[in-house]
């Protein structure tokens, strides 16, 4: 009797759950739910052709130089870029002198390293050297927070990794900020109020959520002199960025490449030679099965005169 009782009980809440996916169901497919504004809203990154993209792509030093600028300019007012060393500028086409110049003369390259004076044991700061990494701009988490509105400014070094479209999303990020009261997506909706960015934030259809709380950095051509004479649009100057992030997340990036290309020809030749070899020797081969186990007849006779041997009948 109480199994039967546990079973119906069992066989009522089966039904309840299923009586309520079907409601469920049928009231998701009847009033489907409203897009997010974020879903509705959001772009795709734009399309962006660097000279490293490709299996076979390099990095074009002049623009690593360029984005190394913009970089120091423009961005390292707010982002780090700890994972990268000074000497690693070699790299970029620089020699020794000049990273020296660059990390320690005062002129491009303006913070500090924290440091402890040896006199009195305060904390101080120094100038960098080649060995150092890039130092940051705020001594801590706190203090970037307080600077930027409680928003904490992303390290740098491997941001075109860590942000799915890479270069391309933070090409598109510098160069996508539009006025929300102005904005029409791809069919022409205006963007609804409570999506519009408040005080302290700006509307960016390239980032994920739409509102940033990082301000345009990229605002005017012309805003830095390159020294190759390369126009300085904000076009110009995004892409430059982004291509040096590219390097600085993968520095080794051309090795890998080169790597690659050599593993894939070997691989082909050995396969080659292997498809040769099978033809040269093998190919004219017939295979020979042979039947083991206890019917095969050495196998009997091992085992009679292993009985017999014992005196075990059979």
């Not at 002049?62 to 970089?71: C, F």
């Not at 605002?219 to 982004?242: E, F, I, R």
């Not at 080794?252 to 099978?278: K, T, W």
Request: charged share 20%; proline share 9%.
């Amino acid at each position: 009797m109480i199994r039967i009782l546990a079973f119906l009980v069992g066989l009522a809440f089966a039904a309840v759950l299923l009586l309520s996916m079907i409601t469920g169901m049928a009231t998701y497919f009847q009033t489907p739910p409203e897009p997010l504004a974020s879903e509705e809203f959001h772009r795709e990154p734009k399309p962006l052709a660097l000279k490293s993209d490709g299996p076979f792509g390099k990095f074009d030093q002049a623009q690593l130089q360029r984005g190394l600028q913009i970089y120091t300019e423009v961005c390292s007012a707010c982002h780090s870029l700890k994972l990268v060393s000074f000497r690693d500028l070699k790299e970029l086409g620089y020699n020794d002198a000049e990273i020296k110049a660059y990390a320690s003369s005062g002129k491009q390259w303006k913070i500090e390293v924290a440091s402890i004076n040896p006199d009195t044991g305060e904390a101080s700061t120094r100038k960098p050297l080649a060995s150092d990494t890039f130092p940051p701009p705020f001594p801590n988490e706190t203090a970037a927070r307080a600077a930027n509105n409680n928003a904490l400014p992303p390290d740098l070094s491997l941001i075109t990794k860590a942000r799915e479209g890479g270069a391309a999303y933070v090409y598109s990020l510098l160069t996508g900020y539009a006025d929300a009261n102005r904005y029409r997506n791809e069919k022409g909706k205006p963007l609804p109020p409570d999506a519009k960015p408040s005080p302290n934030l700006h509307f960016n259809p390239y980032f994920a959520n739409l509102n940033i709380a990082m301000p345009p950095p990229l605002t005017t051509n012309g805003q830095v002199s390159y020294a190759d004479g390369t126009p300085a649009t904000v076009d110009q100057m995004a892409k430059d960025v982004a291509a040096f992030l590219v390097w600085t997340a993968q520095p080794d990036l051309e090795r890998r490449h080169a790597a690659g290309i050599a593993v894939v020809a070997f691989l082909l030749l050995a396969s080659i030679l292997a498809y040769f070899a099978y033809q040269q020797i093998w190919h004219d081969a017939k295979r020979e099965v042979r039947v083991t186990g206890p019917l095969d007849p050495l196998n009997q006779a091992k085992s009679r005169r292993s009985k017999a041997k014992q005196g075990i009948a059979g």
